[in-house]
């Protein structure tokens, strides 16, 4: 007696048709870092995951991310047995995520990550895990940022030159910072002192600012390098110290410029012309511009003075020009009564810096520039008509 089995199979036979289960391939999926090149405490890391073959088809990814305390040729070891880090998407294979400065299990500092990845393809496979799981993490390196501060970038100008500063697995105290100025010229002077800084309020326990004030000798392009060290390794696995942090401020220093009478009371009549004076009247210069030794002085910036006033006096019929002895300062007191109605009376004011330059110009001339230049001055005169 033909079995039933039997003729059921004569029927498929018969007509041509077959059904098999699909088969799933289970894929292989491999595990890379995207960025940084090399992975530091502290760093916002990128893993990518990717499946062989490629057409298994994007899938769902299962991270555990470890912190260990070491990684050599064996793998890593000392590792937590939590993960300190899981994400699961079905959206991406990357996943970024934050390196531990120190493991949870012994508090040692982290040496290298573990990665662990259940990554499903699309058509529901288990992916086997391929390629690098362990991955070695290195020293985090100082983090740097300079900055520079200056009332006037002017040879003889304090400039003040600061950075603050980091690092993700190292005390403070531990980082080393060295200035070093480079001068336009080899033979360029400056002044150097560090600068006091308070601490900030509240208080930063992850950064802290330093500084230096340099005092330029010569005008030009300067380079100020500042370079950060920490005692640590770059790499665990390696015995080459990377080289040190290094940033550079740079900025242009200009030549001292003469002063400038910026302001003077009463206005100047034009050439050729008398300013009537009936009564006692204040000659005065309230403003005066300059780098260095403006008018009114820089409080409490001993690198800045102040600048100098000379007066003198052409008194009527004189041939000779009269320097007021004492009249050092930004105005002069002028009683026309000591004179006689109709008396022309030259009054003039000249200021200078640090410098003292000599006035250019023929003792003649109403008002003299030592650089040529009508928009800044360095002497006034008024031609005074007593009535």
Known sequence: MTSVRALAAAGLL???????????????????????????????????????????????????????????????SGCDGEAFFRFTTETANTVTFPVRIKTMASQAQTGAIEVELQARSDRGAVATGTGQTGFGVGDALPVLEPGVSARTLTVGA?????????????????????????????????????????????????????????????????????TGTDPAQRDPRSTVKPPPVER??????????????????????????TLPITAPTVFQVPLVDDDLDAYPAVLDAPQFGTAVFAWSIL???????????????????????????????????EVFDRHATAMPCDDGDQTCSITASTDCIQRQTWRVEVR
């Open 248 to 273: 550079d401020l740079m900025f242009t220093v200009a030549p001292d410029q003469p002063p400038c009478l910026a302001q003077w009371q009463p206005i100047a009549p034009p050439a050729g012309t």
């Open 315 to 349: 008194p009527p019929g004189a041939s000779a020009r009269q320097v007021l002895a004492g009249a050092t300062g930004n105005h002069l007191d002028f009683d026309p009564a000591a004179f006689t109605r109709g008396d022309i009376v030259e009054l003039r004011v």
């Open 14 to 76: 018969l007509t041509g048709c077959f059904y098999v289960d699909p088969i799933v391939v289970r894929p292989r999926v491999k595990i890379k870092v995207v960025q940084p090149s090399v992975i530091s405490r502290g760093d916002m890391t990128t893993l990518e995951a990717s499946f062989d073959p490629p057409d298994a088809g994007t899938g769902t990814y299962d991270w555990k991310i470890f912190a260990c305390a070491a990684i050599d040729a064996n793998g890593t």
């Open 158 to 226: 304090p400039i003040d030159l600061f950075v603050r500063y980091s690092d993700a697995d190292d005390g403070l105290d531990d980082v080393k910072l060295e200035w070093t100025p480079q001068p336009p010229t080899a033979s360029g002077t400056y002044l150097r002192e560090d600068l006091v800084i308070p601490p900030s309020q509240p208080p930063d326990t992850v950064h802290r600012t330093v500084g230096i004030r340099l005092i330029p000798g010569e005008p030009g392009g300067w380079t100020v390098k500042v």
